[in-house]
T-cell receptor
Framework: KAGVTQTPRYLIKTRGQQVTLSCSPI?????VSWYQQTPGQGLQFLFE???????NKGNFPGRFSGRQFSNSRSEMNVSTLELGDSALYLC?????????????FGPGTRLLVL | GNSVTQMEGPVTLSEEAFLTINCTYT??????LFWYVQYPGEGLQLLLK?????DKGSNKGFEATYRKETTSFHLEKGSVQVSDSAVYFC??????????????FGTGTRLTIIP
């Protein structure tokens, strides 16, 4: 079974631009979660989508948004990029229903904001 | 809220040494506990998990036991290899209640194994 895939793997943007990251979950998984990983803050939860609905949200500004499509693929958007948005963005998928809540991660998208 | 406290790194060991990475947690309800590993330049891989008290998760020679009385989930391996060099993250989810898929992570412990 194919794993979680994320595109693109690397991105370079400048301040003020916006960016869209994509995540394709494992087949059959309906939940997609997004995490931001930085050296200073570690791994932080952004949001989770289940069946096209945002079910859970972390403590990030409104510049960070996401959506999920009917095929469970998800996109994450960051508008008006800031230098501090430079990070590895990880997507994880799971079945999304108890008790099989184990999350499986993709390789991540590394975003550099200049 | 939920939190995970992990042993500070980095940890450097010789090959075939015994490994322990400490992890304690604070959570309401009945959390599930996980260890994830991150190799250089990669995403996170699930190493093992335990979903209820006294469960032991194991994989690739690594073990961890869910201790509710001490709120701990320490990672152990009897004989480490160079290929075990990576960053290890302890994490929890809030439990099996619907809608609680958020993982809370520890800060990570960088492990380096010297031949």
């Amino acid at each position: 079974k194919a794993g979680v895939t994320q595109t693109p793997r690397y991105l370079i943007k400048t301040r003020g631009q916006q960016v869209t990251l994509s995540c394709s979950p494992i087949s059959g998984h309906r939940s997609v979660s997004w995490y931001q990983q930085t050296p200073g803050q570690g791994l932080q939860f952004l949001f989770e989508y289940f069946s096209e609905t945002q079910r859970n949200k972390g403590n990030f500004p409104g510049r960070f948004s996401g959506r999920q499509f009917s095929n469970s693929r998800s996109e994450m958007n960051v508008s008006t990029l800031e230098l501090g948005d430079s990070a590895l963005y990880l997507c994880a998928s799971s079945h999304g229903t108890p008790p099989t809540e184990t999350q499986y991660f993709g390789p991540g998208t590394r975003l550099l904001v200049l | 809220g939920n939190s995970v406290t992990q042993m500070e790194g980095p940890v450097t060991l010789s090959e075939e040494a015994f490994l322990t990475i400490n992890c304690t947690y604070t959570a309401t309800g009945y959390p599930s506990l996980f260890w994830y590993v991150q190799y250089p330049g990669e995403g996170l891989q699930l190493l093992l998990k335990a979903t209820k008290a006294d469960d032991k998760g194991s994989n690739k020679g690594f073990e961890a036991t869910y201790r509710k009385e001490t709120t701990s989930f320490h990672l152990e391996k009897g004989s480490v290899q160079v290929s075990d060099s990576a960053v290890y993250f302890c994490a929890l989810t809030a439990g099996i209640n619907f809608g609680n898929e958020k993982l809370t992570f520890g800060t990570g412990t960088r492990l380096t194994i010297i031949p």
